[in-house]
């Protein structure tokens, strides 16, 4: 038996398991987070998981960053001081046996007029995320055409729109969780952590110019779509 089953039998338990790695995610840890996720994902012994750990940081990119920096530089407005970024499915997407499904990346560019980002550090900028009524600056992006898009995805993220255990329901109070469904939600980490690494590579090699930050947008949703 997996070691997750028995945790996530309750929500409970499940709950806690992932608000320690959201916790690893906001602080930038990845690299925990991938210790702790790489020997879950060993553990499955299926051909899930072999398939989750064949998808490497390296073979994620994301493509359209030069744009992206040269958009904030030439922006005539208000100064560029955050970005927000998430990646997300198409909400009415066919299920055609063997189409890959794409994930598309949302992207918020924002100015110190709504939230005074420049000031603010990561704890602020967490806690706003969180407020009840959404944060500050949500509406607020500032109308600038540029486009990312993220490549190395599609085939994990196929296999999760089309696994057959999404939902794990515990009426009946059961001992131990269905390993499919201890799977499915590994690999909407897996996925999450390989699209994390992506952008803290491009933030590495290009940078943002004039000091914008940037932020990860699932940081309040979690890694499941």
Not at 16 to 40: I, K, S, T
Not at 190 to 198: C, G, H, P, S, V
């Amino acid at each position: 038996m997996h070691g997750l089953q028995e945790l996530f039998a309750s929500a409970e338990g499940e709950a806690r398991w992932e608000a320690e790695l959201r916790a690893l995610f906001e602080a930038g840890e990845l690299d925990e987070v991938h210790a702790r996720l790489e020997p879950a994902l060993v553990a499955l012994g299926n051909e899930f998981g072999e398939m989750c750990l064949s998808i490497t940081p390296d073979q994620v990119t994301i493509t359209g960053w030069d744009d992206l920096v040269e958009a904030i530089q030439e922006h005539e407005g208000d100064t560029i001081t955050a970005m927000t970024l998430a990646i997300a499915n198409e909400a009415d997407r066919a299920f055609e046996k063997g189409q890959l499904h794409h994930p598309y990346m949302l992207l918020g560019l924002y100015s110190d007029e709504h939230f005074d980002f420049s000031e603010a550090d990561a704890v602020d900028l967490l806690e706003e995320m969180r407020a009840e009524e959404g944060p500050a600056w949500a509406g607020w992006d500032e109308d600038i055409e540029v486009y990312l898009d993220i490549d190395g995805l599609d085939r994990l993220n196929t296999a999760l729109l089309h696994h057959k255990q999404r939902h794990f329901f515990r009426d009946d109070a059961p001992d131990k969780a269905p390993l499919r469904y201890v799977e499915y939600v590994l690999g909407c980490w897996w996925r999450a952590l390989l699209y994390q690494q992506a952008v803290t590579s491009e933030c590495a090699i290009h940078g943002l110019p004039g000091g914008s930050r940037s932020f990860p947008a699932w940081s309040i949703c979690g890694p499941r779509s």
